[in-house]
């Protein structure tokens, strides 16, 4: 079955970056979206970024854009999130997401439900 295994949060400080990654395994990657997700206390799961199967489109929440930045191997089937600039509101539950059917879509879609597997989330943790 389709497995997403995240790693790379932590505790950092206002300022300082994280890099996530998400090891997928399972099946082939080729054609499926990829996204990363966040969800604080008492919040719903939003998306922070997605990206394309190719990896050469991406989209970005708002809150994010200019400070993270997401890629993947696909020869890895790995998906990764630069976070920099960290900032205490950033500090969430982070969960790595593929598609159920590849789409082949060359725009990543950026709804919670256009994702069938997900990881069990990594905790990042910004202090001010």
């Known amino acids: 079955q389709v497995q997403l295994v995240e790693s790379g949060g932590g505790l950092v400080q206002a300022g300082g970056s994280l890099r996530l990654s998400c090891a997928a395994s399972?099946?082939?990657?080729?054609?499926?979206?990829m996204g990363w997700f966040r969800q604080a206390p008492g919040q719903e799961r939003d998306i922070v970024a997605a990206?394309?199967?190719?990896?050469?489109?991406?989209n970005y929440a708002d809150s994010v854009k200019g400070r993270f930045t997401i890629s993947r191997d696909n020869a890895k089937n790995t998906v990764y999130l630069q976070m920099n600039s960290l900032k205490p509101e950033d500090t969430a539950i982070y969960y790595c997401?593929?598609?159920?059917?590849?789409?082949?879509?060359?725009?990543?879609?950026?709804?919670?439900?256009?994702?069938?597997?997900w990881g069990q989330g990594t905790q990042v943790t910004v202090s001010s």
């Open positions: 399972g099946r082939t990657f080729k054609g499926y979206a």
């Open positions: 990206i394309s199967w190719t990896g050469g489109n991406t």
């Open positions: 997401a593929t598609e159920r059917a590849g789409s082949w879509r060359s725009a990543p879609p950026q709804r919670v439900s256009d994702y069938g597997y």
